[in-house]
Structure formats: C-alpha cells, structure tokens
C-alpha cells in the first residue's frame, strides 16, 4: 500500500453562517476523515464579501490554509493582511505588484504540500492568463514537492475542464471554486490528478448561493444595484476528501462530503 496523505477542501466560506457551519461540522469530519491538511476557501467569509483580519485568524484556528478568489480585495484591511499571512492566499495571476503570493508550501514535516492558487478570466477580470501561470508555479514548486493542490476559482465550467486536463499527471487535485454550487463530476483524470468543477459553499442553505433569497431575487427582477447579505436560514457544508499518493503525488481518491442542516435557523448578526 502506497504512503498516503489525507486533505479535507472545503467550499467558499460564506459570512457567518458559514463559519458557523465550520464550527458546527468540521469535528465530526476530522473525526470521519482523519485529514492531515484542511484547506478553505475563505474570500467571502467577512460579512459574505471579503475577508478580515478577525476573521482570517478565526478560521486559521480550523485550517492550514486558505484560499480566496476576485472577492479578495473587497476590504482594504485584506491588503496588509495579505503581506502579513503567508497561509491566506490570493489567485497567482492576479498582477504581481499586488500584495500577497498566489502559492504556499506547507511543511508537514514528512512531506511537503503546495497549494496554488488561480483566477479564472471567462465572465471575469482579464488578468494574466492562467495556465500559463499555472505552467510557470508548477514547474518550481515541484522541484520541492509532487503533492500540489490547486484551487482554480472560476465562473465558466469549460475554462475549469480545460484547467483539469491541462494538469493532469502534473498537480495531485484541480478543486473548482467561485460559482457556490457544488458539481457532481469528481473524478480521477487518467494521469493521476483528482479533480471537480466546483466544490460548492459553507453557508446558508435556504439562500440564492449564499446570499439572502428576498435581496437576489430584487437584483434580478429590477436590475439595480442591491446590497446583498449572507442568507442565514439552513446551512449547508460543502467539501471534498483527498487521498495522494506521497512519493508519486497521484490522487488515490477524491470523494464529495456535503451536509444539509435545512431547518437550522439563523442566529444574531448571522450578516456579518
């Protein structure tokens, strides 16, 4: 049997509720799972929009990493943050005069994991292009370690196949991020890389993809600007469990874990 390490992904953070979902969920899957490495997508986890100091320390007591997307910089406080938390993670092809690095390495002193993050550019920002950042991150992170993970955090479901079978055989795990709803498409791709289109989201489960059915629904039947807020009624927790190979980096396993709590009520200041 091949050395193996264990790594729980879990989905876009959402506001409150989503941290409370963490809180409430997170024991009994390490408990089921026993991860060596617990990765979250943490670029909503403020208020369901950003992230702040508060809050990034908070879920550092539950992760090794995070992960965040285009939603990164919509609090200034996340700039210096940025600079200062090496384990909280901006997309890599975002221009490198902005502060923060888009990959860590994490030394789980047997072994060595990177985490890579990237944007996607299809219905998104046109940054830098991503595969060939990809290209470029990879290339030198694995002349440290063959277990990469990647986060790719985009909209368009092809742009996010195109990433799986760009890496195949080169990162362990392609985990889509961004679009909130988890995909039932987690697989092994033939050279070893595991991969799914879109993990899915940790917050209110009653909710337009995390954000308060009443407020999405005026967004789009009048089309003005509408402030949003983190739906709070029900919770939802959506992850995937990893299994890799140590020495080759190949993906063993990769299994979805999603739970529904749909008549758990929100709580006071649940918006934030």
């Known amino acids: 049997m091949p050395d193996k390490i264990c790594v729980l992904f879990i989905g876009d953070v959402i506001g409150r509720p989503g941290r409370r979902a963490l809180v409430k969920h997170l024991p009994s899957l390490k408990k089921k799972f026993c991860p060596d490495v617990v990765i979250v997508n943490a670029e909503n986890a403020a208020g369901g929009i950003g992230i702040t100091e508060k809050v990034c320390q908070e879920l550092l007591g539950y992760a090794d990493v995070l992960t965040s997307g285009n939603h990164i910089w919509d609090k200034k406080e996340a700039l210096p943050l940025l600079e200062a938390e090496p384990r909280l993670l901006r997309p890599a092809n975002y221009p490198p005069v902005n502060p923060g690095k888009g990959v860590y390495v994490l030394d789980k002193g047997k072994y060595r994991i990177g985490i890579l993050n990237l944007q996607g550019r299809v219905f998104m920002e046109p940054i830098d292009c991503p595969f060939r950042v990809a290209y470029q991150e990879i290339e030198s992170l694995r002349s440290t370690t063959p277990i990469i993970i990647v986060d790719f955090h985009a909209e368009a479901t092809s742009e996010k196949q195109a990433m799986g079978w760009y890496l195949d055989g080169k990162v362990s795990a392609v985990i ?23 993990v899915g989201m940790v917050g209110g489960y009653n909710s337009v993809i995390g954000i308060r059915i009443d407020q999405a629904l005026d967004r789009f039947l009048t089309s ?4 949003f807020e983190p739906g709070k009624d029900g919770l939802i927790f959506s992850s995937v469990f990893l299994e890799i190979d140590t020495s080759t980096g190949k993906a063993l396993d990769i299994r979805r874990e999603i ?12 918006e934030t």
């Open 259 to 270: 739970l529904v709590d749909e008549s758990c009520e929100g709580e006071e200041g649940d």
């Open 224 to 227: 003005r600007p509408q402030r």
């Open 176 to 198: 889509g991020t961004h679009t909130h709803t988890p995909t039932a498409d987690e697989r092994l791709l033939p050279q070893g890389t595991a991969y799914i289109t879109d």
